[in-house]
């Protein structure tokens, strides 16, 4: 769960970052040029922080992202990313030590971000600080932990990427919950009050597509029964908050009634290849990594056979 989490994590965050910046800090378009490219320097992250030892544990969703003010000056503004799903005593130090080998490097302006997504109410500092004679170090960064956000605001707020904070939400759907059965009904209702509130948003559709990708394989469904009704699901809130047609277009459909209904057997069917091709897609990157394959099957909801094919 937790690698696949993190690919997840990395994937959503690129591809909705201006509106991942806007929710944790909403005076970004202010400072920021969203205008200008915005940089994942991956190799560079790498560069910074090699393996240690003989294990090699890939930063994947450790982020380092470079992005230009709106003061006109060719100025980088290194924003430095984690995603933290299991907090340790020695993490502030670990931040601390990011901050001042991208500043070495980079002499430049750094801010840097932390989601904590463990699903513990208790709060975590987001400080690192050295007193020792007369000499004193403070390091402050920013924090977003998803437990102390709330389903209401997340639902009513409009930015896209508070709907990416409540599909992660749903992982703690399942405490307390001893069947199977039952978590999966819960998680449903879940997934299903997000897929209504994205589509009821007015988003582009390539961006209601990403979150829908992170939402449907963040937290998968323990039974296929469950997962099958959530896609026709799907289908049917995406069939209905289609662009609303003119009165000459309403009349057609009304007219082609018959039609209509075999059109939808074929987009129900184009709806389940398309699901199909990305679990696919996921299970290969998985396989890549190097996850076993009984863990990807489970995860994705693929049988070991159709995994070993890929």
Known sequence: MAKKADILWKAI???????????????????IDFSKEVQFLDKE????????????????VD???????????????????????????SFNERMFSYYSRIFDKYRKPITAFVIFTEPFLV?????YERNFMGTRLLYQFNTLKISHQKDEDLLASDNPFALVVLSAKTAFSRKKIKTKEERDKVLRDLKLSIVKALHNKDY?????????????FY????TKEINDIFEQDIQLI??????????????????????????EKKAEAQ???????????????????????????KGVGLTVEEIERL
């Open 219 to 222: 937290v998968n469904f323990e």
């Open 45 to 60: 992250m790498d560069q910074l922080f090699p393996p240690e030892g003989n294990h090699y544990t890939p930063k994947v």
């Open 271 to 297: 709806a389940n290849r398309k699901a199909l091709a990305e679990k696919k897609a996921i299970a290969r990157n998985f396989k890549k990594l190097g996850v076993a394959i009984p863990d990807i099957a």
């Open 204 to 216: 582009p559709q390539q961006k209601i597509n990403k979150i829908m990708k992170f939402l449907r």
């Open 63 to 89: 982020k380092l992202v470079k992005l230009y003010t709106r003061n006109g000056a060719e100025e980088l503004v290194l924003v430095h990313l984690e995603v933290q799903g299991q907090y340790n005593e």
């Open 123 to 127: 709060n975590r500092t987001n400080q």
């Open 238 to 263: 995406t069939e209905k908050t289609t662009t609303t047609m003119g009165i000459d277009e309403l009349l057609i459909a009304m007219a082609e009634d018959r039609g209509a209904k075999k059109a």
């Open 13 to 31: 965050i690129e591809e909705v970052f201006e509106d991942f910046l806007m929710f944790i800090y909403p005076g970004a378009r202010e400072i």
